[in-house]
């Protein structure tokens, strides 16, 4: 099926230190979301993006819709423990209403 | 506002067993999704409904999985019988008409494993 290219896999920073991460596809989305996802839950939607060119910040957080429409990032600056946790990006095609398809996600590993 | 419910948490069940998860959305939200994530990798949509009606189900491996929404409200997703490659963890997610307004929202889903 569908699939989005997320990188890097994981991630092992200090904390403190800012973090980026991103997703591409080959196809046109016409909305980027990012969750973050603990241990045991469900993911938890971060931001969401429904223009191409949009930056948008939550926080510590900030996510850009590619202007191609085929690519997004996330940076987290200044990171804390509570940072760790797995990243996904989901993309929701032109031709697919309300169909999500999410990346292989980014795992976040932060040394104190 | 509650978020989504589901239950159980966790089941063990043996191969070839039946096993049922249900869901209670997120109050108002007509849209409902079951996803399957299996281990290291990112959901991946079973089945959609708006209200009662599934819309698609195209992923959905109908020999042995099947699913319900009755009054628009509480899901039901159902595996008969449970094969070794089903063990993941099932999510379920609800949303609003009128997305991409009102993105999906998780439940803590349902870890199966089968034996």
Known sequence: GQQLNQSPQSMFIQEGEDVSMNCTSSSI???????????????????????????????????????????????????????????????????????????????????? | EAGVVQSPRYKIIEKKQPVAFWCNPISGHNTLYWYRQNLGQGPELLIRYENEEAVDDSQLPKDRFSAERLKGVDSTLKIQPAELGDSAVYLCASSQVGFPTTPLHFGNGTRLTVT
């Open chain 1, 29 to 112: 989305f016409n909305t980027w979301l990012w969750y973050k996802q603990d241990p045991g839950e469900g993911p938890v939607l971060l931001i969401a993006l429904y223009k191409a060119g949009e930056l948008t910040s939550n926080g510590r957080l900030t996510a850009q819709f590619g202007i191609t429409r085929k690519d997004s990032f996330l940076n987290i600056s200044a990171s804390i423990p509570s940072d760790v946790g797995i990243y996904f990006c989901a993309g929701q095609l032109i031709q697919g209403a309300q169909k999500l398809v999410f990346g292989q996600g980014t795992r976040l590993t932060i040394n104190p």
